[in-house]
Structure formats: structure tokens, C-alpha cells
């Protein structure tokens, strides 16, 4: 692009978001974006700007040092991103970010020490940051978005404050609320405004597992401080790519890089070059089964000659029941098994080998996010098999530009049991899909049902949607879609015929498959 035309463009990128650029800091600027295609100079344009937003300057003046240092960050972290093909992230290591209200964005959230046990703030605080986050999606959306001419009419969120505060009856009103049950058998909608009472006797229900602690909206009138609901939904779930329009180059997945890596053309390459190469999931690896470790005897041996890219190994471990020689037993059994991946060198060498413990496995309890596999059981393997990792349940996974969460629990079970509305059409793998993106969450239950630290409640959140989630559940394999987001299941290897699923990165193709004795 000729010089004039960059300057012209950097220019007014920067008076767009509030900044004024001395004479040396444009010069610079156009020095460095100059050489780049029209695709790759808005992609480094765009992370410039973030960048400098971040560095809290004085005033809305940008100095050649501030425009020296993002130009430095961006292309170290754009180097190594490059450089960390495969990253796996613990919910412990997950960023968080807060909305900021006036920017109407989201920033950083200030680094402190989260405590596994934190106050009672952090209890109410993970149900705002919850709701906020589905409200701002749901008024991105076109439904409720305002045009600009006001030519279309669009639909509005009532806050419960204002319903409350109206004497009279109100007709044709959608809210959004968190579903709750504060006395049993009697229903309310809450948000950050107030609470209100809601009457179910004539409604019906959209597609989606509804329970409680779900965020939903709820169409109907009002009138005596009781809202008659005609029909409940889930909010519109947001696909990755509408996420990241408004978001830019925020990393919000976690990982080294402060940049989103999905424009990473490096990584994007590096895909295409491996076009083949597979992700293999299996839960429930009871490794004091003889059967189990026949079976995956058999499943090295069909991947020996072209190794994967990784093998995600989820929990439970054992078959018996916790009790105080469960982690001898769990030792024992994963040095059998780095004798059976010793056995066949490539896998060792090429392969990942992943652990996410099941809610069973020994020294932790009965909470998400649950920590890795304590050191004394696992540092023999380690030692025996370098690439071997023992991260958290959830846990997130990229390799090159594809966003991947796996957890092991068996959410779909439970949410079946608590759910309000059980449907009776369509398919309820689809439901439970839509359930976990029109929610943004892994766990949209009652603390009650499935507890988790507040502190870490936002490791569970699925903004922006990922590529795929695997959950391990307890049901039978199964795969379905959302938003441009994949939603799989491996199912019990141990229980249900040994099956597993293999995930194709550079075509997001996801298989079901079974070990059979000639695999």
C-alpha cells in the first residue's frame, strides 16, 4: 500500500478509538505496517490499538515509546504463539475479565490471589458476571438490537426493576433473569435490579434443558407483582466469529499469548501442513482393568505407524471406590501403563499424553474445577514419559488455532434430572447442545447440584464459543452442534464397548469409534 494511503488509514484507526498520534509515532507506525497485505495490516492494526489501550496512558496523546512497545509485544508474543503448536491451560490459569460499562467492553480483570475459598462477594459476583455477559450477547443480537434508523422494530429486555416499579398492568414483556426456585414449588426470574414472582400455569418451553440457575428469557405480561409467562427460552447464542468482531484480539481462552491466536497465519499453516492428524479422547480409563489395558494395547497398535497429535485421558482412573489406598493403587497402574506406551517408541515420542481426573480419582473433592492429579502419584510416569501432562477438570486445550474444552462430569445426566421441562421433541443431544452455548457456561446447575469455587467460576464459561467440547459423561457416545461450535461425548471406554472419539483439527470433523480386536 502507498504511504499516504497507510498513514490515512493508521490515522484515523487511532482517532476512531480516542487517541491523537504525534508526528514520529505515525511515521513509525506506517515504517512497520507498510510492507504488510490489506488482510494482515488490519489484523496488526487492530492488536496495535488494543495493545496501546491496555497501557492505561496519560492522556488520549500515543508517544513513539508507547507505539515502540506494542509493536515489540505483539510480534513476541505473535513468535511465540507460533512456537506453542499444542498448550494446554488448568481452569486455575484461565484469565478473567470484567465488563467494563463505560467503555462498553472487556477488560483485564486486576491479578490478585483467588482463594479456593473466597468470600461471600465471590458468590454473588459469579451470578452477575454470568448475567452480564449473556445480556450483552443477547442485545448484540439482530432481534434486539436497535437499527440505526429506528426503521425496524425490534424486541426489548425489560429489567425486573421496571416491572416492579409499574402499578399497572404490562402486556407483551420479555425479561431476562436467572430461573430460581426461592420457596418450593414457586418460581422467580432475579437479576442484578430485583426479583420477581412468575406464574407457569399456561407457557410453553423453547428447545433446551431448562433448570434451575439457568439464564433464560421469559415472554409474557405483568401484573400484581407476579409475571405470567407465556413462553421460556434460552438467550441467542453468539457463534465465535460475531464474539470476536466485538472483542478483536482479546484472548480470552487463556495460554501464554495476550493475543487471540486465531488469525495466527504461522499456526494456520502449520495445521494445514498436518491436515491429517487427529486428537483422540476416551473417558472413564479404568487402568486396574485387565480388559481396559488389553483394549488399549490394541488401540496403540492402530495408531503406531501415524501417531496423534495427542491422546486425552479422562478420569476416573480406577474402578473401586475412593478409600486410603486408592492413590497407591493409581500409582501402581500408571506405571503399567508407561510400560505399555514404552512399548511402542513413536506414540512416546510424537504423541501427547493428557490426563484430566475424573471426580473419583483420589485427594481432591467433590468440586469444579477440580486440581490436577497430585505429584507423588503421577512423578514416576512423568519421568518415564516426557510428554506426558497432568492438567485440571475442565481444562482447555489449543493446538495451532483451534479452541478445544474438555471436562470430565456427567453434566448431561444431571441436567436431565433437573431439569423443569423434559422435551419431548427434537433431539436431546441438540437440546443439551444449545443448553451449554445459549448459556456460555459448562455447568449452568444449581451450586447445590454441582458445586464449584466461586473464585474460579468463570474457568467454566464458553465466551467465546470454542471449536469443540468434549464433555465425558457417563452416556452414550454422541456428537452434535451449536452456534459453529461442536459438542461430543466419548462416552464410558470402560462401560460402553470400549468406545472413543478422534477430533480432525483442520477439518473439525469429529468421529465416533469403537476398538474392536482388529482395529
Given at each position: 500500500m502507498a504511504d499516504k494511503i497507510v498513514r490515512r488509514k493508521v490515522s484515523s484507526a487511532f482517532k476512531l478509538h480516542g487517541f491523537t498520534l504525534r508526528s514520529e509515532s505515525c511515521t513509525y507506525l506506517v515504517e512497520q505496517l507498510e510492507p504488510l497485505d490489506e488482510s494482515e495490516f488490519e489484523v496488526w492494526l487492530a492488536k496495535l490499538i488494543d495493545?496501546?489501550?491496555?497501557?492505561?496512558?496519560?492522556?488520549?496523546?500515543?508517544?513513539?515509546?508507547?507505539?515502540e512497545l506494542a509493536v515489540r509485544d505483539c510480534a513476541n508474543e505473535q513468535q511465540q504463539a507460533a512456537e506453542d503448536v499444542f498448550c494446554v491451560i488448568s481452569a486455575f490459569d484461565v484469565p478473567r475479565f470484567k465488563f467494563n460499562p463505560d467503555l462498553k467492553k472487556y477488560e483485564a480483570a486486576p491479578k490478585k490471589e483467588h482463594s479456593l475459598f473466597d468470600s461471600a462477594d465471590a458468590k454473588a459476583q459469579l451470578f452477575r458476571d454470568r448475567y452480564t455477559l449473556i445480556k450483552q450477547i443477547t442485545e448484540r443480537h439482530p432481534l434486539f438490537k436497535p437499527s440505526a434508523d429506528n426503521s425496524e422494530e425490534k424486541f426489548k429486555i425489560y429489567p425486573i426493576e421496571?416491572?416492579?416499579?409499574?402499578?399497572?398492568?404490562?402486556?407483551?414483556?420479555i425479561t431476562l433473569g436467572l430461573f430460581s426456585q426461592l420457596k418450593i414449588g414457586m418460581y422467580h426470574l432475579e437479576d442484578p435490579t430485583g426479583i420477581v414472582q412468575l406464574d407457569l400455569t399456561d407457557h410453553s418451553y423453547h428447545v433446551g434443558l431448562h433448570a434451575e440457575n439457568c439464564i433464560v428469557l421469559a415472554e409474557g405480561w405483568y401484573e400484581d407483582k407476579i409475571f405470567h409467562a407465556k413462553a421460556i427460552g434460552f438467550p441467542p447464542a453468539e457463534t465465535a466469529e460475531v464474539s470476536r468482531a466485538y472483542l478483536g484480539s482479546l484472548n480470552m481462552f487463556g495460554g501464554d499469548s495476550r493475543l487471540a491466536c486465531r488469525t495466527n497465519k504461522s499456526l494456520l499453516k502449520t495445521m494445514r501442513d498436518n491436515k491429517d492428524r487427529l486428537i483422540v479422547f476416551l473417558s472413564d480409563m479404568w487402568l486396574d482393568q485387565d480388559n481396559v489395558m488389553r483394549k488399549l494395547q490394541t488401540l496403540f497398535e492402530g495408531f503406531v505407524s501415524y501417531p496423534p497429535i495427542a491422546f486425552i485421558f479422562m478420569g476416573n482412573f480406577l474402578s473401586s471406590k475412593p478409600g486410603s489406598a486408592q492413590a497407591e493403587q493409581l500409582k501402581f497402574n500408571l506405571r503399567s501403563l508407561a510400560d505399555l506406551i514404552a512399548s511402542h517408541p513413536n506414540l512416546r515420542q510424537f504423541s501427547k499424553f493428557v490426563f484430566v481426573p475424573g471426580l473419583q480419582d483420589p485427594a481432591c473433592p467433590n468440586i469444579l474445577p477440580r486440581p490436577p492429579l497430585p505429584k507423588f502419584i503421577t512423578e514416576d510416569f512423568e519421568a518415564r514419559v516426557p510428554n506426558a501432562i497432568f492438567t485440571s477438570n475442565p481444562c482447555r486445550i489449543r493446538y495451532c488455532t483451534q479452541e478445544i474444552v474438555v471436562m470430565r462430569e456427567d453434566i448431561m445426566s444431571k441436567l436431565c434430572r433437573n431439569t423443569i421441562h423434559y422435551p419431548t421433541t427434537g433431539n436431546i443431544y441438540e437440546h443439551f447442545a444449545k443448553t451449554l452455548l445459549s448459556q456460555a457456561n459448562l455447568c449452568p446447575l444449581p451450586l447445590s447440584v454441582r458445586p464449584v469455587y466461586w473464585s474460579f467460576a468463570h474457568?467454566?464459561?464458553?465466551?467465546?464459543?470454542?471449536?469443540?467440547?468434549?464433555?465425558?459423561?457417563?452416556v452414550n457416545t454422541f456428537k452434535s452442534s451449536h452456534a459453529d461450535c461442536q459438542v461430543a461425548?466419548?462416552?464410558?471406554?470402560?462401560?460402553?464397548n470400549f468406545m472413543f472419539i478422534a477430533y480432525c483439527p483442520s477439518t473439525k470433523q469429529v468421529d465416533e469409534s469403537e476398538i474392536t480386536e482388529d482395529i
Open positions: 495493545h496501546i489501550q491496555s497501557q492505561r496512558l496519560p492522556s488520549n496523546v500515543v508517544e513513539l515509546n508507547a507505539v421496571h416491572l416492579l416499579s409499574c402499578p399497572r398492568r404490562l402486556n407483551k414483556i474457568a467454566m464459561q464458553l465466551h467465546p464459543a470454542p471449536d469443540l467440547v468434549v464433555i465425558g459423561d457417563t461425548n466419548p462416552g464410558s471406554f470402560a462401560k460402553n
